[in-house]
């Protein structure tokens, strides 16, 4: 088995060595020179020095039977053989003791290949429960890859809608308005729904990278809609009418940002198309930026207008 290996123990008798006048100690420290060796001095060189150990041969150390032969010295001056007052044997036990707050932990390793980490982990815990019956004292605890996953996801469920806040409320302050800056946060969810369709279309998951992918991606969106509305708003404070201004501002900045959904999604072009180690997490973070742009970049040029419209109609000339 892959969690024993084969262990080698002494155990003492104890009535035995009492009568030949030796003690436990010394049967040990004569089992431990068998095993493994003892250093007796030591050699200087110099600045350094080098231990002087003994140890017994290869042919005596490999062999149960060859250790049970060896020889003990009694006190009375008389010799005799190590199996004569202790039993050796071979038994199996865990290849590694480790343990997390004072507690024996055996840990059982695995990677999740073709499926979601969450939904595999969720389906083995329900079989888990189901089929395997714990002795009392033992439990199980789910760790690695899956528990940071958790946290991080915690995390970032907190940390997007104050991150959206924290742009909404600086868009209200920039624009000296709260239409404008909601017209402007209305595309995050445009640019949402395009990072979902493009995992679903690439057959990944949503995991920590996607999710980091559409925090970028609310990012290059809201500046696509600071870079239209903020024009628009340039030319309605010129006294052009909120239509022609809408119009006019929409058709100057097509370019700007054309130009910047295109420049980024070409830069994430080689992350895209990434085969090597850590391609696992840049393309889904890659997946997710290209296609929230899409659809950010086209409802940017849209809808925000029609948002804007729909906002400002009553100043309408």
Excluded at 31 to 57: C, D, Q
Excluded at 241 to 262: C, N, Q, Y
């Amino acid at each position: 088995s892959i969690f024993y290996q084969p262990y080698l123990t002494v155990s003492v008798d104890r009535e035995k060595i009492a009568r030949h006048g030796l003690n436990v100690r010394d049967v040990l420290d004569t089992f431990e020179l068998a095993m493994g060796e003892k250093i007796v001095t030591k050699l200087y060189e110099s600045s350094r020095f080098i231990n002087i150990a003994l140890r017994f041969p290869d042919q005596i150390r490999n062999s149960t039977k060859s250790i049970e032969e060896i020889m003990l010295k009694s006190p009375y001056g008389y010799l005799i053989p190590l199996k004569e007052v202790v039993k050796v044997s071979e038994i199996e036990g865990p290849t590694q003791i480790s343990r997390e707050n004072g507690k024996r932990r055996i840990g059982i390793e695995l990677s999740v290949s073709g499926r979601d980490m969450k939904t595999f982990v969720e389906e083995t815990k329900r079989l888990v429960k189901e089929r395997v019956f714990l002795p009392e004292g033992y439990y199980i605890e789910w760790g690695g890859q899956f528990q940071q996953q958790q946290r991080t996801m915690k995390r970032l469920m907190i940390i997007m809608p104050v991150v959206v806040l924290f742009i909404f409320v600086m868009l209200s302050l920039s624009f000296n308005s709260v239409k404008r800056a909601l017209s402007v946060i209305l595309i995050l969810p445009f640019s949402l729904a395009g990072g979902v369709l493009a995992i679903y279309i690439s057959n990944f998951y949503i995991s920590v990278p996607a999710s980091l992918g559409f925090i970028a991606t609310f990012g290059i969106a809201v500046l696509n809609g600071i870079v239209l509305v903020s024009y628009i708003q340039k030319l309605e404070n010129d006294g052009l009418p909120i239509r022609d201004a809408i119009l006019k501002g929409s058709e100057i900045r097509l370019r700007p940002v054309l130009m910047t959904a295109f420049t980024t999604a070409f830069g994430l072009i080689p992350m895209l198309l990434a085969t090597g180690p850590g391609s696992e997490i840049q393309k889904p973070l890659a997946v997710v930026v290209v296609g929230g742009l899409i659809t950010s970049t086209i409802l940017t040029l849209i809808v925000l207008p029609v948002f804007y419209e729909l906002f400002f109609r009553n100043r309408l000339k």
